[in-house]
C-alpha cells in the first residue's frame, strides 16, 4: 500500500523570504532578521532549529548582500536538521518510517518579482528542479500539490493569472517527472483549469514562437540555484555535473539562452553560477555533449511579470538543442470533499463540480480524484457509492477522522469510516494523511499511519477477487465477448474456465439431483447421457462422478464438441482417466443425430448476457433428441440489465474505437469485470429461455423485443448498460452473475457492458426508458439497444452492422462471395481485377464452397447448380395438383411481373417455367449465384412457410441486400396460401458486368 504523508512536507520559498527581506534596512538589522525568520521557519516546518547565513556578491558594479536560508524538510519527529538539509535526506529518512508515498508541494520557483528595476532583483532562489531532479530514481511515488495562485499583476485579471499559473505549474511538474499532482479548485476556476488541462492532456500546449538557434538578447540576472556535486572540486576545474540543467533565466522568450556554467563560488552545498550565453554546441560546453537531455525553465521578463511563463525540455544531440514542450502525461487528482460544506455553495455539489470538469476534458483518465475525507460524512449511501464510478486517485483522510478510546492512546476511527474505508479502499490502494500540527504533538505519526494500514488489510474483498489475487488484473479491462460457434477456443480460455470449480460442483449437483429424481422408485436398467459441448471434459467429469454416485450399472456417456483439438484432448482423458467410458463425436450440436434419444442433456454454453454465446439456438437443436421424460441441463436461463454510470467503462469504449476499421467499437458489447461502476437502479429481467419438455420446438417469435424501466434515486451520469443472466441448472441448483445473489467465488463470467454513443446526464427522479432487441437471421444473432428517456440517442447496432455472432464457422466477405460461385463456373477470376487484389479472401471463400458442395441438401430445382446435390430436404413433399398459383415480382426498379406455377412447384421454377424477365434480380443464371435467387416476401406469407433449414440461412447470410422476411426461391414451395403473393426482388448488378 501507498501512503501519502502531506503534513509539514513544505518548502521555504522565495515569496516568504522576500517578505522577511523588505522589513529588513541593512546589515543593522541582521540579527532582528534572523530571529523572525528562525521564528517564520519554527512555524512553518515544525522545528527550532534554522539555518541562516550570509554572503556578499558583487554584480553589475553593485554591492549586493543575500540572505540564504538552508532548505528545510523537516517533520516533527526528526532529530538532526543536518539530517534533512535537502530533500534526498528527507527521504532517506522515510525509509524508517511507515511512509511509502511523497508529496511535494511545488511552489513556483521564481527568482523574479513586479518590481520597478531589474538590477535590483538579485534575491536568492532556492532550487527545488534541482534537489528533485537529483532524486528522480527514488523508490517511492511522489507527486505534486498545486499552491495556492498567487495574483501578482496589474494588468490582468485573476482568471489569466490562474490560466498562466497552472500552465506553469503543470509543465514544470513534468518537467520535473512527477506521476501526479494534487489540484483544489472551486466552481468559479472550473472552467480555466479545464482549459488549461484539455491542452495540456492533448499534447497542443506548444509554443507559437519560433526559436532560433542563436540570438542577441541580454541575458538577464541569473539567479543562484543549487548543484550537488557528483566529487570534490578539483584544483583549476569546475564542479562535477549531475544529470541535469539547472534553472536558466532569460530575458525574452524567443531567446533560449542555454550555456555552460561559469565557475561561481561554492557556499555550503549551494552552488552559485551564471549562463554567458553561449549554447550547448561551444566548444567551451562542459556538460552538453555529457548529457542526452536536459531541462531548463525560461521565464519571460516583462516590467510587472512575476514568474517563469514557460517550462520545457530541451535534448541536446551531437551539439544541436531543439526546444519543445509534451503533452502532460502526469496525472491530475482533483481534490474535492466527500462534505461539501467545506467549497464554493454555488455549485451543487462536489461530484457536479468534478463532473463538469471530467466532461470538459472528455473524460480522460489522467484526471482522478483526490477524496477528502473528514469527520463528517454524508447520510445518503447513494452519494457515497456514487463516487464508486468515478476515478479515485487517492483518498485524502483527514485528522479529524481519528479519535482515541478511553484507557488507549492509539488512533481509530468511527465504524462509519471504518465501513467507507473497506468500500473505497478496494478502488485505491494510495491514502493521504493530513493533520494539524498540534496532533502529532501526542500522538506519533506511525501510530495513524498504522490504523491506516489495518484497515486497507482488512478491507472487503470483492467477490470476484476471493482466494484469487489475479482477478484484480482484469478490473475494467473490456473484452469482445467469445464467439464459439465462429472460431474454436484456445486452450488458454480453456483453462480459464476449468480452473473454476465452483461453477463444476454446482453442476454435479444437478446432475445428482436429476440422475435421483429419475431412480427415485424406478428400475432404470440403461441411462444415456449426452454433454454438448464437452470442451476439454469438466463436464464430463461431473457426469461420471454423478453416475458413480449411483453406481449406475449400465449407462452410455456420450461427449459432443466441434473443437477438434478439444476433441484431442478428450480421446486423451478417454484413455487415460475415464476408462474409455465415454462415447466422443467430432461433430457440431446441430448436426448430430444421436442413435437413440438421451435421458439428460448436459450443456454450459451459457454466456456473460446468458443467451450471447447462441446456447438458446444450440440447445432448441439438441432438444429434439431428448426423451419425453427427459430432463435439459440447465433448465432456464435470463438475461437481466441495469443502468450504470461509469465513465471509465464508456472512455475505453471510446478509445477502442480508434481501433477498428469497419465497425463502431460504441455499438459493441464487452465482457467486463467492473469495479470504477455504479448501478443506477437494480437490474431488471430481460430475455428468458427455457429447455424444458413441451418446450422442446424451436420458438417461431426469433426475434425478442422488451422495453425495460428504471429510476435514478440520485444525480448521475448513464454510461451504458451492465447485463447479467440468472441460470436454473435444476430445480434449486443456480448460477447467477447478479450482484444481488451471485454465485460465491464463482468467477468464469464477468459482465456484459453495452456503452451509449454519448454519455447522458440523469438528475435525481428521472425514468431511464431502454429497448432492447435480440434479432435473429440470415446466420446470425445480434442485439439493438436505443435509450429513449431521459434523451433519446440514435438506435445502436442496427441490423448487427457493428457487432453480431455468427453460425458460420468461416469468416466470409458478404459481398464477394455473391460473385464467387458464378465468376467460378465461367473461370474469370484471371479477369476479374477487383478479385485478384483480395484473393486470400477468395481462397477461403472457395474452400467454404468445396466445403459445402458434399453437404448442401435443397428442395430440388432442375435449375439449381448440378452440382449441388438435389435431395428434398422440406418437410413439405412436392405435389402432383396442377393448380395454378398467381404470383407477383416486384423489381427494386419498379417493374412488376405477374406469373402462375402449379402447387408443388419451387418460385425458382415458376421463374424459369414462365420465363419472367429477371436476368439480374436473383435468378440463378441470370445473376451471380444461388444464394442469389433470394426474394423479400411480406410477414403473413413469410410466417406461413416452413421454418428455413441451416443451410439456407448460411446462404441467405451470403447474399445482397437481406431483410428479416429473406428467403430463397428455390426453398419456396408454391401453395394455396400463397395464392396471389407479391415477392420483392432485391437488384444485384449482373455478375457479367464484374470482368
Not at 450440436?589 to 456473460?608: C, Y
Not at 446466420?779 to 442496427?798: I, S, T
Not at 452440382?867 to 398459383?885: D, R, V
Request: aromatic share 10%; charged share 20%.
Amino acid at each position: 500500500m501507498y501512503m501519502l504523508l502531506v503534513q509539514e512536507l513544505d518548502f521555504l520559498y522565495y515569496p516568504t523570504v522576500r517578505n522577511l527581506i523588505e522589513t529588513m534596512s541593512g546589515k543593522q538589522n541582521l540579527n532582528r532578521f534572523a530571529n523572525l525568520l528562525k521564528t517564520e521557519v519554527s512555524n512553518r516546518l515544525g522545528t527550532n532549529d534554522s539555518k541562516v547565513s550570509t554572503e556578499t556578491n558583487t554584480a553589475d558594479g553593485r554591492s549586493i548582500t543575500y540572505f540564504h536560508v538552508g532548505l528545510k524538510v523537516l517533520m516533527k519527529y526528526s532529530t538532526k536538521a543536518e539530517d534533512a538539509y535537502s530533500l534526498p535526506g528527507y527521504l532517506l529518512q522515510l525509509e524508517n518510517k511507515n511512509i511509502d508515498f511523497a508529496v511535494i508541494a511545488i511552489e513556483n520557483p521564481r527568482a523574479l518579482h513586479s518590481t520597478e528595476s531589474t538590477t535590483n532583483d538579485n534575491c536568492p532562489l532556492f532550487s527545488i528542479p534541482d534537489i528533485i531532479m537529483k532524486t528522480r530514481n527514488w523508490s517511492r511515488l511522489v507527486v505534486g500539490e498545486f499552491p495556492t495562485v498567487k495574483y501578482e499583476s496589474h494588468e490582468e485579471d485573476e482568471i489569466q493569472c490562474y490560466i498562466k499559473a497552472r500552465k506553469r505549474q503543470l509543465e514544470y511538474a513534468d518537467y520535473l517527472g512527477l506521476s501526479a499532482m494534487i489540484v483544489s479548485f472551486s466552481h468559479r476556476t472550473l472552467a480555466p483549469l479545464a482549459h488549461v488541462l484539455n491542452h495540456f492532456f492533448l499534447g497542443t500546449s506548444v509554443l507559437k514562437s519560433e526559436f532560433r538557434r542563436s540570438c542577441e538578447a541580454d541575458v538577464a540576472m541569473v539567479p543562484r540555484f543549487c548543484l550537488f556535486t557528483l566529487g570534490t572540486i578539483a584544483s583549476g576545474q569546475g564542479p562535477g555535473f549531475t544529470c541535469r540543467l539547472a534553472l536558466i533565466v532569460v530575458s525574452e522568450i524567443q531567446a533560449v539562452h542555454i550555456g555552460n556554467a561559469s565557475v561561481g563560488h561554492c557556499h555550503r552545498r549551494e552552488w552559485f553560477s551564471r549562463v554567458d550565453g553561449r549554447w550547448l554546441g561551444d566548444s567551451h560546453s562542459q556538460y552538453g555533449t555529457r548529457h542526452r537531455r536536459v531541462g531548463c525553465i525560461l521565464s519571460l521578463k516583462t516590467k510587472n511579470d512575476a514568474g517563469a511563463r514557460l517550462l520545457g525540455r530541451c535534448f541536446s544531440d551531437g551539439g544541436l538543442c531543439v526546444f519543445r514542450l509534451v503533452g502532460c502525461k502526469i496525472g491530475i487528482w482533483c481534490r474535492l470533499p466527500l462534505a461539501w460544506d467545506r467549497i464554493d455553495e454555488t455549485a451543487d455539489d462536489a461530484w457536479h463540480l468534478f463532473h463538469q470538469l471530467r466532461t470538459a476534458c472528455g473524460n480522460d483518465q489522467r484526471l482522478e480524484v483526490a477524496l477528502e475525507i473528514g469527520a463528517d460524512l454524508c447520510e445518503n449511501m447513494k452519494i457515497l457509492d456514487r463516487w464508486i464510478g468515478e476515478p479515485i486517485g487517492c483518498l485524502i483522510i483527514t485528522g479529524e477522522v481519528f479519535q482515541t478510546m478511553p484507557g488507549s492512546d492509539s488512533p481509530t476511527v468511527s465504524e462509519m469510516h471504518r465501513r467507507l474505508f473497506s468500500l473505497l479502499f478496494t478502488r485505491t490502494s494510495r491514502a493521504v494523511l493530513e493533520f494539524d500540527s498540534k496532533q502529532l504533538d501526542t500522538i506519533p505519526i506511525n501510530d495513524f499511519s498504522f490504523c491506516i494500514r489495518n484497515l486497507y488489510k482488512n478491507q472487503r474483498v470483492l467477490p470476484m477477487e476471493q482466494n484469487c489475487s489475479v482477478m484484480r488484473s482484469y478490473r475494467d479491462y473490456l473484452q469482445l465477448p467469445l464467439q464459439p460457434l465462429f472460431e474454436d477456443l484456445s486452450a488458454a480460455t480453456y483453462e480459464v474456465f476449468e480452473t473454476d470449480s465452483v461453477k463444476y460442483v454446482k453442476y454435479e449437483m444437478a446432475i445428482k439431483e436429476a440422475i435421483s429424481d429419475k431412480i427415485s422408485g424406478n428400475e432404470v436398467p440403461f441411462f444415456n447421457v449426452i454433454v454438448c459441448g464437452a470442451g476439454r471434459g469438466p463436464l464430463v467429469t461431473a457426469v461420471l462422478k454423478a453416475l458413480e454416485h449411483f453406481a449406475i450399472p449400465a449407462f452410455q456417456l456420450t461427449a459432443v464438441e466441434k473443437n477438434i483439438n478439444a476433441v484431442s484432448t478428450l480421446d486423451h482423458l478417454n484413455q487415460t482417466k475415464w476408462n474409455r467410458k465415454v462415447h466422443i463425436v467430432h461433430s457440431d450440436v446441430r448436426k448430430f443425430k444421436p442413435p437413440m434419444k438421451a435421458d439428460i442433456i448436459v450443456s454450459e454454453m451459457l454466456g456473460s448476457f446468458g443467451d450471447n454465446e447462441l446456447s438458446p439456438e444450440c440447445l432448441y437443436e439438441a432438444m429434439k433428441f431428448l426423451k419425453p421424460d427427459g430432463v435439459c441441463i440447465p433448465q432456464f436461463y435470463q438475461s437481466y440489465l441495469s443502468p450504470v454510470h461509469a465513465p471509465k467503462l464508456h472512455y475505453n469504449a471510446a478509445q477502442y474505437r480508434k481501433q477498428v476499421e469497419y465497425n463502431d467499437a460504441l455499438e459493441c458489447g464487452y465482457v467486463v469485470y467492473p469495479t470504477t461502476a455504479f448501478v443506477i437502479d437494480n437490474p431488471q429481467p430481460l430475455f428468458p429461455f427455457t429447455h424444458k419438455v413441451g418446450n422442446n420446438a424451436r420458438p417461431k417469435q426469433k426475434n425478442l423485443y422488451k422495453v425495460l424501466k428504471f429510476r435514478s434515486e440520485i444525480d448521475c451520469e448513464l454510461s451504458g448498460f451492465l447485463g447479467y443472466f440468472y441460470c436454473i441448472l435444476y430445480k434449486e441448483h443456480a448460477l447467477s452473475i447478479l450482484p444481488s445473489n451471485h454465485t460465491p467465488n464463482m468467477r468464469s463470467w464477468f459482465s456484459m457492458f453495452f456503452p451509449l454513443l454519448t454519455p447522458v446526464m440523469v438528475k435525481a427522479g428521472d425514468e431511464i426508458e431502454i429497448h432492447f432487441w435480440r434479432n435473429t437471421g440470415h446466420g446470425k444473432v445480434w442485439y439493438e439497444w436505443w435509450l429513449a428517456k431521459p434523451a433519446a440517442l440514435p438506435l445502436q447496432n442496427p441490423n448487427g452492422r457493428s457487432w453480431s455472432f455468427s453460425f458460420l464457422r468461416i469468416p466470409v466477405n458478404v459481398a464477394l462471395f455473391s460473385s464467387l460461385i458464378y465468376l467460378h463456373e465461367v473461370n474469370s477470376f484471371n479477369k476479374c481485377s477487383i478479385l485478384k487484389m483480395r484473393f486470400h479472401k477468395l481462397k477461403q471463400a472457395l474452400e467454404l464452397y468445396r466445403m459445402r458442395q458434399q453437404s448442401f441438401k435443397w428442395i430440388g430445382s432442375k435449375y439449381c447448380f448440378q452440382n449441388f446435390k438435389i435431395q428434398p430436404l422440406s418437410t413439405s413433399s412436392q405435389s402432383q395438383e396442377k393448380k395454378s398459383i398467381a404470383v407477383t415480382f416486384l423489381t427494386s426498379q419498379g417493374d412488376q411481373f405477374k406469373a402462375y406455377g402449379k402447387i408443388g412447384d419451387t418460385l425458382l421454377d415458376l421463374v424459369f417455367n414462365e420465363n419472367v424477365p429477371l436476368d439480374g434480380f436473383g435468378v440463378c443464371e441470370g445473376a451471380c449465384s444461388c444464394s442469389t435467387c433470394h426474394v423479400i416476401l411480406k410477414r403473413e406469407q413469410y410466417e406461413c412457410l416452413p421454418s428455413p433449414c441451416e443451410d439456407e440461412l448460411d446462404m441467405l447470410d451470403l447474399a445482397y441486400g437481406l431483410a428479416d422476411t429473406s428467403r430463397l426461391a428455390c426453398q419456396i414451395v408454391l401453395t394455396e396460401q400463397l395464392d396471389g403473393m407479391e415477392v420483392l426482388v432485391p437488384g444485384v448488378p449482373d455478375a457479367t458486368q464484374l470482368h
